[in-house]
């Protein structure tokens, strides 16, 4: 006689569901005890020698400074800068919203405040929840998915507009070319003001300047 199949609990959809239910629950209460927070994105890549390494860590350095807290996927590249920018006794602090592999560590050294996802998706949202900025540095199909995510739950009013912030003229303003000559104008498929969400610079001081001004704005 055949016996019964073991019900594995990892296999019941009843199992998932409450498990990100409670990665959402969590996430939400970690994320929104930080009352001013820029969130950071850009290649894991990068190493400390790179140009773009060296403007986030100036940037985060400059923000975390006036005591904004710097968030990250707190892994290498353009996370780890940016954690490195606001480590080490700025009022901002250092977060990192890591995702759990199963043979690799993901947490960067410079991570004073970190959660660990199970779906890349809940730490997505939990990433963007309660952000006051939006800063890319360059990057791959994950900083481009993360990008064009916000501007579009922005474009249709689904999250309150926020400065959106690109550094970096040469890779990003082809980018935007196209958006603006074959999107905006020749498809049709946006309008001109759409493209009005980003803003474009090429070092940390003049990102920093438009989003302490943007943010200041908002608080009067």
């Known amino acids: 006689m055949r016996s019964p199949k073991k019900f594995d609990y990892k296999d019941n959809a009843a199992w998932r569901m409450f498990r990100i239910m409670g990665e959402f629950t969590e996430g939400f209460e970690f994320i929104s005890k930080l009352e001013k927070s820029v969130t950071i994105f850009g290649s894991a890549r990068f190493d400390e020698k790179n140009k773009w390494y060296k403007e ?30 606001a480590w080490g006794g700025t009022p901002g602090d250092s977060v990192g919203l890591n995702i759990q592999l199963p043979k690799e560590q993901r947490t960067n050294p410079y991570v004073e405040r970190s959660m660990g996802f199970h779906y890349f998706f809940t730490r997505k949202v939990c990433m963007t929840f309660a952000a006051n900025a939006f800063v890319y540095f360059p990057g791959g199909f ?14 249709t009013k689904k999250i309150e507009r926020a400065p ?11 980018l ?35 989003i302490h001004k943007e943010l200041r704005k908002k608080r009067k």
Do not use: C
């Open 164 to 174: 959106v912030v690109l550094v970096g003229k040469d890779f990003w303003v082809p």
């Open 56 to 85: 986030a860590t100036k940037l985060a350095r400059l923000l975390s400074e006036k005591g904004h807290h710097i968030v990250t996927g707190g892994g290498p590249g353009i996370m780890e800068a940016a954690n490195r920018g």
């Open 176 to 210: 935007l070319k196209l958006m603006d000559e074959k999107l905006a104008k020749e498809y049709k498929t946006l309008e001109k003001k759409d493209l009005d969400l980003i803003a474009i610079f090429n070092n940390a001081e003049d990102a920093f300047k438009y």
């Open 142 to 155: 994950g900083t481009l998915d993360e990008l064009f995510e916000i501007v579009t739950l922005m474009q």
